[in-house]
């Protein structure tokens, strides 16, 4: 059980592309998603936290209009970024909670690379 | 500022034995602290959680302490295996909010 899905896994497109990634839980509600940017042997950044039909909370530093996220349903959330610049590229990943106190289940992320 | 400290970067043991990964944090009162396991290229998968009144959590081959006092978890894997080798990362919670900060992990290799 508590199955996060991420799609796509790889990403390589062009400078001043949007890519759109999408966070599903398969088998559970998720009041709360969250996204997370990691480098190569890095800890995971939290970039933003989004719940369900309201908007999603940015971390200090995270440009909401470069960043996109969208909570339509509470198995589904979707990153955006807007206008990709060589910069962007990271590995992005995703989780999803039941509720606060509870562990977060994670998708296998998004290698994004912008060339 | 809060921070987490995983001390070992990387760890490397034999088979058989037990691993024992530090987790420290200051500046900080988690409510609750998790441990996962991380591969190459993927997500983190969720391993144990212990609350701030828990002293001990097993499951399995796993146990985490959590030590309030000296602001400190052990993860322990007893009888190790190769196919335990993987980055293991902590994290902690407070009870007013539900992000999470994570450590930087520490890598642990098995040999045979």
């Known amino acids: 059980g508590a199955v996060v899905s991420q799609h796509p896994s790889r990403v390589i497109c062009k400078s001043g592309t949007s890519v759109k990634i999408e966070c599903r839980s398969l088998?559970?509600?998720?009041?709360?998603m969250f996204w997370y940017r990691q480098f190569p042997k890095k800890s995971l950044m939290l970039m933003a936290t989004?719940?369900?039909?309201?908007?999603?909370?940015?971390e200090q530093g995270v440009e909401k209009d470069k960043f996109l996220i969208n909570h339509a349903s509470l198995t589904l959330s979707t990153l955006t970024v807007t206008s990709a610049h060589p910069e962007d590229s990271s590995f992005y990943i995703c989780?999803?909670?039941?509720?606060?106190?509870?562990?977060?289940?994670f998708g296998d992320g998004t290698r994004l690379s912008i060339l | 500022s809060q921070k987490i400290e995983q001390n070992s970067e990387a760890l490397n043991i034999q088979e058989g034995k037990t691993a024992t990964l530090t987790c420290n944090y200051t500046?900080?009162?988690?409510?609750?602290l998790q441990w996962y396991r991380q591969d190459p290229g993927r997500g983190p998968v969720f391993l144990l959680l212990?609350?701030?009144?828990?002293k001990e959590k097993r499951k399995e081959r796993l146990k985490v302490t959590f030590d309030t006092t000296l602001k400190q978890s052990l993860f322990h894997i007893t009888a190790s295996q190769p196919a335990d080798s993987a980055t293991y990362l902590c994290?902690?919670?407070?009870?007013?909010?539900?992000?999470?900060?994570f450590g930087s992990g520490t890598r642990l290799s098995i040999r045979p």
């Open positions: 088998d559970f509600q998720a009041t709360t």
């Open positions: 994290a902690l919670a407070g009870s007013s909010a539900s992000k999470i900060i």
């Open positions: 500046n900080y009162s988690p409510a609750y």
């Open positions: 989780s999803a909670q039941t509720g606060v106190g509870q562990p977060q289940h």
């Open positions: 989004s719940n369900e039909g309201s908007k999603a909370t940015y």
């Open positions: 212990i609350r701030e009144n828990e």
